[in-house]
């Protein structure tokens, strides 16, 4: 504890602003120099000299001070950092009306404030967010599918990832990578939104309403978005047709079906089921086991196999015309939800904001706003914390 405080605050701070900023809030908290002095073991005569700036604080007479005045650390020794508006970056991606423009620009915001809330709890903990980034890929004038299978391959293989299915793909992107992936509510017709910013690197917004097999192919979309057009903010929308969108939102719709389905796996798999029937047949009931493996749902896996040519063309609206209920095939066959973590923030996000409140570096009012939560639910997640450590 003591060392994070040197390393990020001690070493590097104003004695006489701190001391000034000490005498002030010990003022409105009412409190002598003497009491405050009891606070941290000293006497009267060393809470003088700390407050001219005459003496150094040691870190845990500074957490122990922060403590009493009701106040983080942070608050008052560290100025927040600052990030370009993320609306302003945006401003090309979409022109829609009034009522859309407001509506966008609501979760834009909020994952402008997350991601600067992000970014506060790295510098108080001096932990910055792991980056395993890649150069950015050349895409400009390269065909369409071939482009989006070849850069699914390779980044399959720079993360270790071989030709099965990815279980868990926000943890993957967040802790692999180093993209800071947010689940927010948003109206039904946004998949999610994708920006980088210099300090913060990619920046990931996923629509929290949409059903999981939704989540995961639009966090495959915002990748391909960081992978070949990093700095080009980007809002996505579902139902829009495909031909009219530009080329590199047809190779971001384009990019998931290789990256969560790769060829090689899925024939493989797609072989084994069809050899594990008696009449060495694909079957119907098939495609649900199968699109729940990859953790996509039955129609893209059922389009993804017909244009591998393992599937007549049109088996999916044959399927549905014969009144094709998907989430009664499913119950049926037992297939439980898809694995996944839908809380708001990331892991990383989590851990340094329970560290920074355990350190005392945060009060329990600023807690509860970085993990977005009221003050009740945020002493029930730190109490369960301590009981973990």
Not at 11 to 33: A, H, P, S, W, Y
Not at 133 to 142: F, H, I, K, T
Not at 252 to 266: D, H, I, Q, R
Not at 309 to 326: A, H, K
Request: proline letters at 5%.
């Amino acid at each position: 504890m003591n060392n994070i405080l040197t390393n990020n605050v001690l070493d590097n701070i104003d004695l006489r602003q701190l001391g000034e900023r000490l005498r002030e809030l010990r003022n409105k908290c009412g409190m002598t120099q003497e009491s405050a002095a009891k606070v941290i073991n000293a006497a009267r005569t060393t809470m003088v000299a700390i407050e001219k700036g005459e003496r150094r604080l040691k870190a845990t007479e500074l957490i122990k001070l922060a403590r009493t005045y009701g106040i983080s650390v942070s608050d008052f020794v560290r100025e927040r950092p600052v990030v370009k508006p993320f609306p302003v970056q945006f401003r090309k991606a979409y022109r829609q009306n009034e009522v859309e423009k407001s509506q966008i620009e609501s979760f834009i915001q909020e994952l402008e404030k997350f991601c600067q809330n992000y970014l506060e709890l790295e510098e108080i903990m001096n932990a910055p967010l792991p980056q395993n980034y890649p150069r950015e890929y050349e895409v400009s004038g390269m065909p369409i599918e071939r482009t989006a299978e070849a850069i699914a391959l390779e980044e399959r293989q720079r993360l270790g990832l071989g030709d099965g299915p990815i279980p868990l793909l926000r943890d993957t992107l967040e802790q692999s990578v180093g993209l800071r992936i947010f689940y927010l509510k948003m109206p039904s017709k946004y998949s999610g939104v994708y920006t980088y910013d210099e300090k913060l690197g990619g920046c990931m917004a996923i629509n929290a309403n949409h059903p999981e097999e939704r989540r995961r192919w639009s966090l495959a979309h915002g990748y391909l978005h960081f992978l070949a057009n990093r700095r080009k903010s980007m809002i996505g929308l579902i139902e829009r047709q495909y031909q009219k969108m530009p080329e590199s939102e047809q190779l971001a719709e384009a990019f998931p079906k290789y990256f969560l389905m790769p060829t090689s796996g899925l024939l493989k798999r797609f072989n084994d089921m069809c050899h594990a029937n008696k009449n060495q047949k694909f079957m119907p009931t098939n495609l649900f086991i199968l699109a729940h493996y990859y953790g996509v749902s039955a129609k893209t896996l059922t389009y993804r196999l017909e244009e591998m040519e393992l599937l007549p063309s049109g088996t999916w609206e044959r399927l549905r015309g014969r009144g094709l209920i998907v989430r009664k095939v499913q119950e049926e066959l037992g297939l439980e939800a898809i694995p996944q973590r839908t809380n708001i923030t990331p892991i990383h996000y989590q851990h340094l904001a329970i560290e920074a409140l355990d350190l005392g570096l945060i009060t329990e009012g600023r807690f509860a706003d970085f993990l977005n939560v009221d003050r009740l639910e945020a002493r029930r997640i730190a109490s369960r914390s301590q009981i973990l450590s």
